[in-house]
């Protein structure tokens, strides 16, 4: 049986594990190769990236690029028929974005008997025990990454589930990067655009010489509101003099870096653009793409992304996801929402009626579940949290 101490890493290396993530994608490793730090951590002895298409709620098709485990002619196999016939995948489809233990949706008895296992899983040695991370889904597409155990393994423990949960906000924005670093193969080109389109945040992908290649629905409402941010040629654009020459910085960087002439992003890379209208910036994010990696989701691109986020349209989660996601109390919930609504410990003892020693008592406890150390990093992570 694994333990925490045997299988979770301390506290401390969670920043690192985020930080090996985003380098890997920056170095244009892909994400499937991304993750392979975080499912040693956790244990895996498979991982992958898939892709759903569904049709009437029901999956039709996948798209799926992994590390260890099932390959080849099974995988195609399961693409084209078995993931008709798979109860991790009906159940994924109904979940809200965040991490979920199979077990629970699927238990492991249920999946024994099922037809899929039977004819394809147990013959193959495909996972059995699986953490699976919604990371994208919308009335025709489910998007998300999973880790592995065998039959003969033991299944994951609560543990390494609370580790992957801390560090879902991570594997949603390097997916939302992955996604859209290239069109991929005509199939699931489609797939991948249909899933941009899906994002709430714009998206903007530069070939190498910085010229607008492609454009998200998020992105493209955003211009149209001629607020402060409109779409060029060369991709989003600002009437702002100083914003328009920190924007040009940004995409000269990453540009530079997915050359290879930078090794990381100067703190250039992200920035802010005012509105005509005094509202709250447009948050502006500009990454490298590079056309290496495992994940097979490339097509010899190369140039910069841009990540755009209104930033008056920016949710913040409510009690009821926190509790799910980190398995919080719901007086432990409640404190987490009004700190990533800006309140101060303080405010939300008196909002609650509770004393302050009590609301400590309470952070410690957040901060416990979510591996968070300092209040500020606790507040970082809610805000990168879907409302």
Same mark, same amino acid.
């Given at each position: ?7 979770? +890493? ?6 690192? &594990? ?6 890997? !994608? ?20 498979? /991982?992958?990236? /898939? ?61 024994r008997r099922s037809r899929i296992w039977n004819e394809w899983g147990r013959p193959n040695e495909a996972a059995f025990h699986a953490v699976g991370a919604t990371l994208m889904r919308d009335p025709g597409h489910w998007g998300g990454v999973a880790f592995h155990r065998r039959e003969t393994e033991p +299944? ?51 070939? %190498? ?12 409402? *955003? ?12 991709? +989003? ?11 040009? @910085? ?35 994010? %500009? !990454? ?8 097979? &989701? &490339?097509?010899? /691109?190369?140039?910069? *992304? ?23 109390? +719901? %007086?432990?919930?409640? &404190? %987490? ?5 800006? @309140?101060?410990?303080?405010? /939300?003892a008196k909002r609650r009626g509770v004393s302050r020693e009590t609301a400590r008592s309470q952070l410690a406890a957040v901060r416990r579940k979510t591996g968070c150390r300092r209040q500020t990093d606790l507040v970082a992570l809610f805000a990168r949290l879907p409302g």
């Amino acid at each position: 049986m694994f333990s925490e101490i045997e299988t979770v +890493p301390p506290r401390a290396d969670i920043p690192l &594990l985020a930080l090996g993530l985003y380098e890997a !994608l920056m170095d244009g490793q892909g994400l499937v190769s991304a993750l392979k730090g975080l499912a040693q951590a956790v244990g895996a002895s498979s /991982h992958a990236m /898939h892709l759903v298409r569904y049709r009437g709620g029901k999956p039709v098709e996948s798209v799926s690029a992994g590390h260890g485990g099932a390959a080849g002619a099974p995988m195609d196999d399961y693409a084209r028929y078995w993931v008709r016939h798979d109860p991790w995948v009906g159940a994924a489809a109904r979940q809200p974005p965040g991490v979920h233990d199979m077990a629970r949706l699927v238990p492991p008895e249920v999946l024994r008997r099922s037809r899929i296992w039977n004819e394809w899983g147990r013959p193959n040695e495909a996972a059995f025990h699986a953490v699976g991370a919604t990371l994208m889904r919308d009335p025709g597409h489910w998007g998300g990454v999973a880790f592995h155990r065998r039959e003969t393994e033991p +299944p994951f423990s609560e543990a390494e589930t609370g580790l992957l949960r801390t560090l879902f906000p991570h594997l949603r924005r390097a997916f939302a990067a992955e996604a859209q670093l290239a069109p991929a193969r005509a199939a699931s080109g489609a797939m991948l655009r249909a899933g941009l389109d899906a994002l709430p945040d714009g998206v903007a992908l530069l070939d %190498a010489e910085g010229r607008l290649v492609f454009a998200n629905a998020a992105l493209q409402e *955003m211009a149209a509101q001629a607020d402060g941010l409109a779409l060029g040629a060369h991709g +989003p654009e600002t009437p702002d003099p100083a914003s328009r020459l920190a924007l040009r @910085r940004a995409v000269t960087a990453a540009l530079a870096a997915a050359q290879g002439q930078l090794g990381l992003l100067p703190s250039a890379g992200s920035l802010s653009l005012p509105r005509r209208s005094g509202g709250a910036p447009w948050m502006v994010r %500009a !990454l490298p793409v590079l056309p290496r990696g495992e994940a097979e &989701l &490339l097509d010899g /691109h190369r140039g910069a *992304m841009l990540l755009v986020t209104d930033g008056e349209k920016r949710s913040r989660p409510m009690p009821a996801l926190l509790s799910r996601l980190f398995g919080l109390t +719901p %007086a432990e919930a409640s &404190l %987490a929402a009004s700190l990533a609504a800006g @309140r101060s410990l303080d405010e /939300h003892a008196k909002r609650r009626g509770v004393s302050r020693e009590t609301a400590r008592s309470q952070l410690a406890a957040v901060r416990r579940k979510t591996g968070c150390r300092r209040q500020t990093d606790l507040v970082a992570l809610f805000a990168r949290l879907p409302g």
